[in-house]
């Protein structure tokens, strides 16, 4: 076998590559002829070849200087390299992708971002900033670098991509969700003052984020809702500008045996209506309560409103209909607040 090129002088050049011979052919010069040598006295003192400690793991590179070994014909899928996620090109079981989606939210704005690190930083999978915000979140991006978080800064047309809108405040957080917690572990704290708040059909995420708001300025810790994932969607986490991490989702097996729960934990039931109850401002409200919340159109329904120990109203001009639920919420808990959390 050979192969020939020409040099810069333009005459043909010969490369030799070595086959199985024995010495004698081995090194003899094919061109001139000279060369081979003759066997030493003492009869072939060749060594014996060693045995090859790696021959079961096939042709070795270095067998000849002037051999190439090529991969055996076949499919290079089964071969393809796992880059464990990294590069995207692993293959990756659709249904831990679908699941590992649906324990996964998206979180966004500044105050939300800084307080979410702050209390639950183990809950980061990887983050997005825009250059403008790094400055401020210094301490964020030299943890996530010391713990191996992934992090990118990008301009803002790739954070709202990442995001999903284009109110992300510059900064942009892949999360675990919080799981909650139920009824039954919830009671058991046996707290001698608390109220917690119940939303009854209420999924609007800025009027979620508004209640998580005033519930973490008025010291409100628990929210009763259907679903736990309701508080850490990306909407209502960035309008509670940092209150989300100030409460906790409860849940139960359906919203009238949670009240029910509650009501045998010694918790009063209080509901609220635009006309009809005590009016807010004259009644007394009690230091451990649940405060039933419904949704603006429709309010609380009629069962759960007949349902209940104490119905309050809240007073106005009678110029709008009623208050949004989110407006609602922080004058019922500040009054609350007033009378029993102010003088603990």
């Avoid at 809108?165 to 969700?177: A, D, N, Q």
Wanted: glycine share 12%.
């Amino acid at each position: 076998m050979s192969d020939e090129f020409k040099g810069k002088s333009g005459k043909v050049k010969v490369m030799y590559v070595r086959g199985g011979d024995d010495d004698e052919q081995r090194s003899r010069n094919p061109r001139t002829g000279k060369g081979g040598g003759k066997p030493k006295a003492g009869g072939d003192k060749r060594r014996a070849p060693r045995e090859d400690k790696h021959a079961d793991r096939g042709p070795r590179r270095d067998a000849s200087p002037w051999r190439t070994v090529s991969r055996a014909p076949g499919n290079e899928a089964d071969s393809a390299p796992d880059h464990g996620g990294i590069s995207g090109k692993s293959y990756i079981d659709p249904e831990v992708l679908r699941r590992q989606r649906a324990e996964e939210t998206r979180v966004y704005g500044e105050n939300a971002c800084q307080a979410l690190f702050e209390h639950r930083p183990d809950s980061i999978v990887r983050a997005w900033f825009i250059q403008s915000v790094t400055p401020r979140f210094k301490e964020a991006l030299r943890w996530m670098a010391a713990n191996r978080k992934a992090y990118h800064v990008v301009d803002d047309a790739e954070l709202t991509k990442a995001s999903g809108t284009e109110h992300h405040g510059g900064v942009c957080f892949l999360i675990k969700k919080r799981n909650g917690t139920t009824v039954t572990q919830w009671i058991e704290k046996d707290l001698e003052q608390d109220c917690v708040l119940a939303l009854e059909d209420i999924g609007n995420p800025h009027n979620l984020g508004g209640i998580m708001r005033s519930c973490a300025h008025f010291g409100v810790k628990g929210l009763l809702v259907q679903d736990a994932g309701l508080l850490e969607s990306g909407a209502a986490v960035r309008t509670a500008a940092g209150g989300a991490e100030h409460v906790q989702a409860v849940t139960g097996e359906s919203f009238g045996e949670a009240l029910k729960q509650f009501r045998d934990a010694g918790y009063s039931i209080v509901t609220t209506s635009s006309h009809r109850g005590t009016p807010l401002f004259q009644a007394e409200l009690p230091a451990k309560m649940v405060l039933v919340l419904g949704q603006e159109q429709d309010g609380i329904s009629d069962a759960t409103f007949a349902d209940a120990d104490l119905r309050i109203s809240i007073d106005g001009t009678g110029n709008v209909e009623s208050l949004n639920v989110s407006v609602a919420t922080g004058v019922l808990l500040g009054e609350w607040w007033r009378q029993n959390a102010m003088k603990a």
